[in-house]
C-alpha cells in the first residue's frame, strides 16, 4: 500500500477515536466531518466515485449542517448578538 493510503486509514482511526472521546458536542461534529471528506477520498483512491460523491454530499454536507442545527436548537451553538450600547 501506497504512504498516503496509510496515512489516510491512520487518520480515520485517529478521528473515530477523538470521536469517541470528545466531551464537546461541536467537537464532535467537526470531526465526523473531517471523517467524512477523508472517507470520500478513499472512495476515490479506489475508484468508486458515485460513493465518493454520495459520502462528500450526505456525509460530510447535509448531515453536517443537520447537526450543526440541532445544536443551535438545543442551545449548544449561542448566536452571538451585538453589543447594545
Known amino acids: ?3 498516503i493510503e496509510w ?3 491512520i487518520f480515520l482511526i485517529v478521528c473515530a477515536f477523538a470521536v469517541s472521546v470528545a466531551k464537546n458536542l461541536l467537537n ?3 470531526i465526523f466531518m473531517s471523517y467524512s471528506l477523508i472517507m470520500a477520498v478513499i472512495w476515490i ?3 468508486a466515485p458515485d460513493l465518493a ?3 462528500a454530499a450526505v ?3 447535509v ?3 443537520l447537526f450543526f442545527l440541532a445544536l443551535r436548537r438545543v442551545g ?3 448566536h452571538k448578538k451585538e453589543d447594545e450600547k
Do not use: N
Request: hydrophobic share 55%.
Open 1 to 3: 500500500m501506497p504512504v
Open 7 to 9: 496515512l489516510l486509514l
Open 63 to 65: 448531515t453536517s449542517i
Open 59 to 61: 456525509g460530510a454536507g
Open 28 to 30: 464532535s461534529v467537526i
Open 45 to 47: 483512491l479506489l475508484q
Open 76 to 78: 449548544q451553538l449561542e
Open 53 to 55: 460523491i454520495t459520502e
